[in-house]
């Protein structure tokens, strides 16, 4: 899969191999994304949503591309940047933006925050606020996987980041013994936090750290989700094959800082733009628009819609209530298991 490529990844998109139906799905689910996130930005600003927060906004190919390559079945896990990936699985936007609220409605009863969203219904499973803490859980859950025998796999994101912790490439080393099921997927964005990958490695194709345990790896233009598409659909073929993990460096971009508190003056404005003139969202557009699949009047109803939709959203996260104080000693334990601790 794998071959040496330094700086930006060409898009190779061919359009040919998606239907109307899949171009349609990935504009309104990357859409919702970018307004939910635009929405949590501007409440964040308001002070009605506290403490750390952290935006998808220019990444949402990332997501997109992969919920469309996988089926029901797969799990999902991923660092605190961890939004839009419970959006484009399913999970009702209200119970998120309820928890970016901290109110008894979130999808984590108010308890977790922006940074540690669960859905075990949509197999959604965080949203991990300690940097490379999900990505041995990763791991561990294609373990589970592979030992009940089913034909499910996990896919593991984390930042470019946390590929500078140890347990980053303990994970990979245990993944590729066992041929564990798993896609690891690094989505670097160039910057961790705001230190730029050049300034912290000297292997800056974070890809090729696959190599030093055999691992079938690739480079990926996500900015593009026909690319992240491809690429999830042949590692996915390979977990299910028995053939074990894959390693993914999505090259993507976020317009905004590291989290709310980042002003990110580490970057430039024009190298901001340069990546906005590649926007995943606008590209599939232009496909939508070129092939005739709806026209400009059938994307200001998409847009109103969704518009709606937020607005449903912070709606029912100021009515929610804040949980009762007593919900902070329960589900501390799992009962079932330690009936001693609880009454």
Not at 69 to 76: F, N, Q, R, S, T
Not at 204 to 214: E, N, P
Request: aromatic share 10%; proline share 3%.
């Amino acid at each position: 899969m794998a071959g040496t490529t330094k700086g930006k990844v060409k898009s190779k998109s061919t359009t040919s191999s998606f239907s109307k139906e899949t171009y349609l799905e990935w504009f309104e689910s990357m859409l919702l994304m970018r307004r939910f996130e635009e929405k949590a930005g501007q409440l964040y600003g308001q002070q009605k949503i506290k403490g750390f927060c952290h935006l998808y906004i220019g990444q949402e190919a990332c997501v997109a591309g992969a919920v469309s390559a996988l089926k029901e079945g797969d799990k999902y896990i991923t660092a605190y940047r961890d939004h839009a990936h419970p959006i484009a699985l399913g999970t009702d936007p209200k119970k998120i933006m309820a928890e970016l609220f901290a109110k008894e409605t979130g999808i984590s009863k108010g308890k977790g925050g922006s940074m540690h969203i669960f859905d075990k219904e949509h197999n959604f499973f965080g949203g991990h606020g300690i940097v490379g803490g999900q990505i041995p859980l990763g791991a561990g859950m294609a373990f589970a996987e592979k030992y009940n025998k089913t034909d499910n796999l996990s896919i593991c994101y984390m930042g470019d980041g946390a590929v500078r912790q140890g347990a980053f490439h303990e994970a990979l080393n245990l993944a590729m013994h066992w041929k564990l099921p798993v896609i690891f997927v690094i989505e670097n964005n160039g910057y961790a936090m705001g230190t730029s990958v050049q300034r912290t490695s000297n292997v800056t194709d974070l890809y090729l750290l696959g190599s030093s345990y055999a691992m079938p790896s690739a480079p990926v233009d996500a900015m593009s989700v026909e690319e992240v598409h491809k690429a999830v659909e042949i590692a996915a073929k390979r977990a299910r094959a028995g053939e074990g993990p894959t390693l993914l460096e999505f090259r993507t971009y976020r317009y905004k800082g590291h989290s709310m508190s980042d002003p990110a003056k580490y970057r430039t404005k024009d190298e901001v733009e340069e990546y906005k003139q590649r926007d995943p969202i606008e590209q599939v557009r232009s496909v939508i628009l070129k092939k005739k699949y709806a026209t400009e009047k059938d994307f200001e109803k998409i847009e109103a819609r969704i518009k709606e939709q937020v607005a449903e959203c912070v709606k029912f996260a100021e009515e929610s209530a804040y949980p009762d104080p007593s919900e902070a000693f329960k589900d501390v334990y799992a009962q079932e298991d330690y009936p001693y601790i609880m009454d």
